[in-house]
Structure formats: C-alpha cells, structure tokens
C-alpha cells in the first residue's frame, strides 16, 4: 500500500464546494463529483457533503460565505472543485489523505489555463523544485480549482480578518461573515491578484506550507477539454 493510501479516511469528513457564476455545472464535472463521492464513501469516510454555490458576479464573496459556512459545521476538511473541471475520484481520495498528514493542512493540484500550448495555473518559488515524501513541492499560489484545506487552516485564516461581508443572495439584515477570500495587492509588481493568489499569500503569511501535487492530472473544459499534469513541465528533485 502507497504511503498516502495507508490512512483511513474514517475521522474524514470532506465539504466539497462547486462555485457555480456565470458557467452552469458541466455534466462532465457532475458525473465526477458523483463517482468521487461514491468512492469515498466505499472508502468509509466519515461523511461527504456536496455545496453548489451559485454567484454571478462576486467570486471571493461566494468563495468567504462556503468558508463560512464549512466552519459552522462539522466537517474537518473543505475541497473547492471548480464547475469546470474534470478529475478522477482517486484524486479527490489522494488529497484527502495527504491533508490528514502532519504539516500538510494546505494541499492541492494545478490545472491548465485554457490555452495552447499548455500553461498551468500554479506559481512556484524560483529555482529547481524539491519534493517531500509525498512527491509535494511547496508552492506560492496555485488555483483553487481542485483544491483541499483542514478546518485549522481556514479557522486560523478567517481569525486573522478584519473586513465583512454579507452574501449578496440573501437579506441585507442577515449576519456579515469575514471576508476571508478576497483580492490583493501585489505591492512588488503593482498590480491587483485574484482572491485565490491572495488567499495563498494569507495562509503562508500564517505558517502554512502551500503544497501543490504535480502527479494529478486534471481537465479544464472549453472549446475542449485542456487536460494535463503539472509534472510534465516540471524539472524537480526529491
């Protein structure tokens, strides 16, 4: 048995969060998540609940209220899953058990922008890229497109806000909740990031490792379905 696969997922239970804007689900992601979601369950998790979170227009809003909402339950691990993408439901078991792993509460893999030839959606430090014992490298940011965070890290990221918000699809009079995933400001370049990049920032700023699993391959649905593995572009040691 692989050394990732010697965990059992019994004390797992995984909120798995579909933002849905301007795309509808595809069915391709919607098949996925179903066999995902019976694989797990054959597997003896703990539990499995599937959120589509529907915003037009303001992703880090949608994105602060499913924080929110995963910290007012009962799940340990929150699994953002873009409306988008394509995945094998090993993938989803594989990044489950490496965030049960001491030092890893921050895990994820890169997907491709949709584009040829391939680039994918990952910011990694300068340099030849060392992995651990899982064959993760640390990463400065990546998309939170396929993406797997315990309830330690998001608790610590959204004590460390300041700015609230309120859904926008509810009543003005229902309660603000932190604004945890929102826009940056790269002070370096000058320029604005998106609310994943920032969020990246936020949880290394605290102490977390970013890490980033190479060997997954995922696909990005357009006018085809741009698919591929991180590792490929990649010269690494470990």
């Not at 949709?114 to 430090?125: D, N, S």
């Not at 300068?126 to 890290?153: D, P």
Request: hydrophobic share 40%; glycine share 8%; with cysteine.
């Amino acid at each position: 048995m692989s050394r990732e696969g010697a965990n059992d997922l019994t004390e797992v239970s995984a909120f798995i969060i579909v933002p849905i804007g301007r795309e509808m689900l595809h069915p391709a992601t919607a098949d996925n998540l179903v066999r995902a979601q019976k694989k797990l369950l054959s597997l003896g998790i703990g539990d499995v609940d599937i959120r589509f979170h529907r915003n037009r227009t303001h992703i880090h809003l949608a994105r602060s209220h499913a924080v929110h909402l995963f910290l007012e339950s009962k799940h340990t691990h929150l699994f953002w899953i873009d409306s988008d993408m394509t995945f094998h439901a090993d993938s989803v078991v594989r990044l489950l058990r490496l965030a049960t792993k001491p030092g890893i509460d921050v895990v994820g893999a890169a997907g491709r922008y949709r584009i040829e030839p391939p680039k994918f959606v990952a910011k990694l430090p300068k340099g030849v890229q060392a992995t651990n014992e899982y064959g993760l490298i640390a990463a400065e940011s990546y998309g939170l497109a396929f993406a797997c965070q315990t309830r330690k890290a998001l608790a610590d990221l959204s004590a460390s806000t300041t700015r609230f918000a309120r859904p926008n699809s509810v009543k003005k009079d229902a309660l603000a909740f932190p604004l945890c995933v929102d826009f940056g400001f790269d002070q370096e370049n000058k320029e604005v990031v998106g609310e994943d990049v920032e969020l990246f920032r936020r949880l290394r700023e605290l102490g977390y490792t970013c890490w980033l699993d190479p060997r997954i391959s995922l696909g990005h649905i357009g006018d085809k379905e741009f698919s591929g593995r991180f590792l490929d572009t990649l010269t690494v040691t470990g």
